[in-house]
């Protein structure tokens, strides 16, 4: 399957963007999909997860209340909204997907985006 991520950007401290991850190739609907990031000097992370109807998600604490992780399978396309963006959250964003029925919060992805910059200044 092939991802491509999009939305990301530059943002004041306290502002909002939601990012899209567009797939391709295999039926969506059999991929588990999550969100990671890395920023600079870091290893990448969690950040969110859905499982393949989109009734279950889990998000790292970090993220929590402020981000939501959602999806459409009818357009076979992945969100994030991030909303309260602090500095902490700059990184660049990385959708994966993982041919499981089990939401995996672990860097154990089969496919991943090639990431989109995400910069919160202060």
């Known amino acids: 399957v092939q991802l491509v991520e999009s939305g990301g950007g530059l943002v004041q401290a306290g502002g909002s963007l939601r990012l899209s991850c567009a797939a391709s190739g295999r039926t969506f609907t059999t991929f588990v999909m999550g969100w990671f990031r890395q920023a600079p000097g870091k290893e990448r992370e969690f950040v969110a997860a859905i499982a393949r109807s989109g009734y279950i998600t889990h998000y790292a604490d970090s993220v929590k209340g402020r981000f939501t992780i959602s999806r459409d399978n009818a357009k076979n396309t992945m969100y994030l909204q991030m909303n309260s963006l602090k500095p902490e959250d700059t990184a660049v964003y990385y959708c994966?997907?993982?041919?499981?029925?089990?939401?995996?919060?672990?860097?154990?992805?089969?496919?991943w985006g090639q990431g989109t910059l995400v910069t919160v200044s202060s």
């Open positions: 994966a997907a993982k041919y499981t029925v089990v939401v995996e919060t672990t860097n154990n992805y089969d496919y």
